[in-house]
């Protein structure tokens, strides 16, 4: 089961979304706090789907998933549990964008808290959020 919001759905990637993530990756002010900061061409784009297929091969509950709107299903973003290490140490993060159109529409909070919500399902202990220059504890706030 995929978590949701009351106003989102969410569902692993396949290829009919690699224009849409590309979207999401060719965009400087989207990707300035993802990884090194760099935007990616269409080939990039290829690259980071294919890792996360693999990731979905090696636990399907750490997954970024596209995100859609419930009432039309237009996709807004992609979020999901990630593997990262955060100041020296392995935790999960809940990685999310929201493409820019539809930032400040209070799904930069709604997306990650379900995905926050779900890790208590998964039974995760610490979960870390950082998007931006904001770094937010979901796990208290949903």
Request: aromatic share 12%; proline share 4%; with cysteine.
């Amino acid at each position: 089961m995929y978590p949701t919001s009351e106003r989102l759905l969410f569902r692993p990637y396949d290829n009919h979304d690699l224009m849409f993530l590309h979207s999401l990756l060719s965009d400087p002010e989207e990707v300035r706090f993802i990884g090194n900061g760099r935007t990616r061409d269409e080939e990039g784009a290829q690259r980071f789907l294919d890792w996360i297929y693999a990731a979905y091969k090696v636990d399907p509950r750490l997954e970024l998933m596209v995100l859609t709107r419930k009432k039309d299903h237009v996709k807004i973003g992609h979020a999901g549990l990630v593997p990262q290490t955060v100041d020296g140490t392995r935790e999960i993060e809940i990685g999310y964008w929201v493409a820019r159109s539809y930032w400040n529409n209070g799904y930069d909070r709604s997306g990650p808290c379900a995905v926050s919500l779900w890790t208590n399902e998964l039974r995760h202990q610490k979960i870390h959020c950082t998007n931006s220059e904001r770094k937010y504890d979901f796990s208290k706030s949903c």
